[in-house]
């Protein structure tokens, strides 16, 4: 469908896979004229400023750094649960900075990333097949079929949800919670005594040596650019109702849509066919775009994909998320490097290390290895260096709570402690400290 022809709904007319199965399509209609009525949540000149920094980064002059909780939830939208998920990002992002010697583009999975795809529609709880969870905008974590039947009222709550975390999120990053003064008290309690708390606080203590020094000798650091923080936000574009309500024309003399739910959208592997409604729906949106990349990928199709999403081949426009695990990313990377390379498309390269990685422990338990995702972020870098092609940025999935749910890094977190606090719903997500660590360690390969 040519751009002339596209509008928010013309992807009503493509197949929309990973939707919930909304019971009563009348309340459904209801809920998203309600939202379409209700104010956007990020602004076109705001989702103009990121497509501009990620130019820089597709140019090689920045670098992406993309991370928070693998499905948000209700229950934790809270200031200290906010708070603690921005500082270990600020934290990631200081230490990506000095010690890699590169401006960082900051983008949160956050004020939005309420929906999950699932491989099934259903699941077996003792015993019992009922819907599956598929995030809290769509039904509850909770294991009863009551609980599990999709509520369109849900996709209000996340609206409302996400406002209220960018409005504390704005909150932070421009009040004076993100100065560049304030770098120590970035760390966490149980961050501070441990090795890697130890590194960052020596690289913020050389920080605030010499913010002290250009005071003294007269240089101002009372300024936007020491005491706030461009921070954007991102989610999976899934539940396509939600994102068409919020989807806006630009008033001023730009226009153009933008959709207005997240200044990033990224579409998955299992929305990503060429001729469904995900690509359609986001074909026309001005927004940045991620899209993820799996070992099923096919690059002819990548290459069509591409193309239609960005016929303009705008530099900041697309970002790859590839997300192949540690054993296979060298035989899945290579080929797209070159294939995209090739046809001379702009693009940023960025890898998930998280995905593919995933393993059950002999408890059940769903984990990662820091060791796998730090393989597989080694062999991202230095097969980018091989094609003459440039590692952008990185996708994590993580939280500032003192977590045990992926196993390995400094304190080598065992199969057996994940019990000790795993909290997630979803996916396993790396800790605070866990965190810091691989900042410490990509900064190393950034500097490289």
Same mark, same amino acid.
């Given at each position: &469908?040519? &751009?002339?022809?596209?509008?928010?709904?013309?992807?009503?007319?493509?197949?929309?896979?990973?939707?919930? =199965?909304?019971?009563?399509?009348?309340?459904? *209609?209801?809920?998203?004229?309600?939202?379409?009525?209700?104010?956007?949540?990020?602004?076109?000149? /705001?989702?103009?400023?990121?497509?501009?920094?990620?130019?820089?980064?597709?140019?090689?002059?920045?670098?992406?750094?993309?991370?928070?909780?693998?499905?948000?939830?209700?229950?934790?939208?809270?200031?200290?649960? !906010?708070?603690?998920?921005?500082?270990?990002?600020?934290?990631?992002?200081? !230490?990506?900075?000095?010690?890699?010697?590169?401006?960082?583009?900051?983008?949160?999975?956050?004020? =939005?990333?309420?929906?999950?795809?699932?491989?099934?529609?259903? /699941?077996?709880?003792?015993?019992? #097949?009922?819907? %599956?969870?598929? @995030?809290?905008?769509?039904?509850?974590?909770?294991?009863?079929?009551?609980?599990?039947?999709? #509520?369109?009222?849900?996709?209000?709550?996340?609206?409302?949800?996400?406002?209220?975390?960018?409005?504390?999120?704005?909150?932070?990053?421009?009040?004076?919670?993100?100065?560049?003064?304030?770098?120590?008290?970035?760390?966490?309690?149980?961050?501070?005594?441990?090795?890697?708390?130890?590194?960052? *606080?020596?690289?913020?203590?050389?920080?605030?040596?010499?913010?002290?020094?250009?005071?003294?000798?007269?240089? +101002?650091?009372?300024? +936007?650019?020491?005491?706030?923080?461009?921070?954007?936000?991102?989610?999976?574009?899934?539940?396509?109702?939600?994102? /068409?309500?919020?989807?806006?024309?630009?008033?001023?003399?730009?226009?153009?849509?933008?959709?207005?739910?997240?200044? &990033?959208?990224? !579409?998955?592997?299992?929305?990503?066919?060429?001729? @469904?409604?995900?690509?359609?729906?986001?074909? $026309?949106?001005?927004?940045?775009? $991620?899209?993820?990349?799996? +070992?099923?990928?096919?690059?002819?199709?990548?290459?069509?994909?591409?193309?239609?999403?960005?016929?303009?081949?705008?530099?900041?426009?697309?970002?790859?998320?590839?997300?192949?695990?540690? @054993?296979?990313?060298?035989?899945?990377?290579?080929?797209?490097?070159?294939?995209?390379?090739?046809?001379?498309?702009?693009?940023?390269?960025?890898?998930?290390?998280?995905?593919? #990685?995933?393993? %059950?422990?002999?408890?059940?338990?769903?984990?990662?290895?820091?060791?796998?995702?730090? %393989?597989?972020?080694?062999?991202?870098? /230095?097969?980018?260096?091989?094609?003459?092609?440039?590692?952008?940025?990185?996708?994590?999935?993580?939280?500032?709570?003192?977590?045990?749910?992926?196993?390995?890094?400094?304190?080598?977190?065992?199969?057996?402690?994940?019990?000790?606090?795993?909290?997630?719903?979803?996916?396993?997500?790396?800790?605070?400290?866990?965190?810091?660590?691989?900042?410490?360690?990509?900064?190393?390969?950034?500097?490289?």
């Amino acid at each position: &469908m040519s &751009m002339k022809n596209w509008s928010k709904t013309s992807y009503r007319n493509k197949t929309a896979l990973q939707q919930p =199965g909304w019971p009563d399509r009348e309340q459904y *209609e209801k809920v998203v004229r309600s939202l379409s009525a209700l104010p956007p949540l990020v602004f076109a000149g /705001e989702i103009r400023d990121l497509k501009a920094r990620l130019a820089q980064v597709a140019a090689g002059r920045a670098f992406l750094l993309q991370g928070g909780d693998c499905s948000e939830e209700f229950a934790r939208c809270t200031a200290p649960n !906010i708070r603690e998920t921005l500082k270990v990002l600020l934290q990631m992002a200081v !230490i990506l900075t000095y010690a890699g010697n590169k401006p960082v583009v900051k983008v949160g999975r956050i004020a =939005g990333q309420y929906a999950k795809p699932r491989s099934s529609d259903t /699941e077996t709880v003792n015993g019992e #097949n009922i819907p %599956s969870y598929r @995030g809290d905008m769509a039904n509850s974590i909770e294991a009863t079929p009551e609980a599990r039947v999709p #509520n369109p009222e849900r996709l209000l709550m996340g609206y409302h949800m996400s406002a209220a975390t960018l409005n504390l999120l704005r909150a932070f990053t421009r009040g004076g919670f993100g100065s560049l003064h304030r770098v120590q008290a970035w760390n966490q309690k149980f961050v501070k005594q441990s090795p890697m708390g130890r590194n960052y *606080e020596r690289m913020a203590k050389r920080i605030g040596d010499a913010i002290k020094f250009m005071e003294t000798i007269g240089i +101002p650091t009372d300024t +936007p650019q020491m005491r706030e923080v461009q921070f954007f936000t991102s989610h999976e574009a899934l539940f396509l109702g939600y994102e /068409e309500a919020l989807t806006r024309e630009d008033s001023t003399e730009a226009g153009g849509w933008y959709d207005c739910s997240a200044h &990033m959208l990224w !579409i998955g592997d299992r929305t990503r066919q060429l001729d @469904g409604a995900h690509v359609e729906f986001l074909s $026309g949106v001005r927004n940045p775009l $991620g899209i993820k990349v799996g +070992p099923d990928h096919d690059p002819d199709t990548m290459l069509a994909l591409i193309e239609r999403l960005n016929p303009e081949n705008e530099p900041g426009r697309i970002t790859l998320i590839t997300r192949f695990g540690a @054993g296979v990313v060298e035989k899945h990377l290579p080929p797209l490097l070159r294939a995209v390379k090739r046809a001379g498309c702009h693009v940023i390269w960025t890898c998930d290390p998280m995905h593919a #990685n995933t393993f %059950s422990a002999e408890s059940g338990r769903k984990t990662r290895s820091f060791d796998d995702i730090l %393989s597989e972020l080694q062999c991202f870098f /230095e097969l980018n260096w091989a094609e003459g092609t440039i590692p952008g940025g990185v996708h994590f999935e993580l939280t500032g709570d003192n977590v045990t749910e992926c196993i390995g890094g400094g304190r080598q977190l065992s199969a057996e402690q994940l019990n000790l606090r795993y909290l997630t719903t979803c996916d396993p997500r790396l800790n605070a400290e866990q965190s810091l660590e691989m900042a410490f360690q990509i900064a190393e390969m950034i500097r490289s």
